[in-house]
């Protein structure tokens, strides 16, 4: 009985996870001119749920200089189920935006994952 309590405790609420999110991986394909074209592909099983978790202060927002470039880098934080392969060479797809994962924060005992996301615009 301690143990279910325990576990019904650790468990996401499944009303946060309110954002639908696609988790890919990138592949390498030959075409036909023998030339190398890398192809993303979804990874997770069907659409991940996840809760969206702004960043405050200095981390929410920065800039960056790329190639003599000024680029708007903004983080955040995504909650999601544990997903046992997850890693930062995937990639986050919502709303016909791409995310790169700088980080991942895995929370064995308590089933969920955070991953740390960037958009570079």
């Known amino acids: 009985m301690v143990l279910q309590i325990v576990w ?4 996401i609420r499944a009303g946060t996870l309110d ?3 696609e988790i890919q991986s990138a ?10 074209i890398e ?10 749920r996840a809760e969206y978790i702004p960043l405050t202060g200095i981390e929410q927002n920065a800039e960056r ?24 060479a995937y990639r986050i797809t919502h709303n016909n935006n ?3 994962v700088t980080g991942i924060n895995d929370g064995f005992r308590n089933n969920e994952m955070l991953l740390f996301c960037a958009e570079v615009v």
């Not at 019904?8 to 468990?11: D, E, H, Q, W």
């Not at 592949?27 to 190398?36: E, K, L, R, V």
């Not at 200089?65 to 046992?84: D, H, M, P, Q, Y």
């Open 65 to 88: 200089v790329n190639a003599g470039k000024l680029e708007s880098v903004t983080k955040f934080k995504l909650r999601i189920r544990r997903f046992s392969t997850m890693s930062s």
């Open 98 to 100: 791409t995310y790169k």
């Open 39 to 48: 192809t993303w592909a979804k990874v997770s099983g069907s659409p991940t």
């Open 19 to 21: 954002q639908i999110i």
């Open 27 to 36: 592949t390498n394909t030959t075409d036909a001119m023998g030339g190398t």
């Open 8 to 11: 019904i405790l650790t468990m």
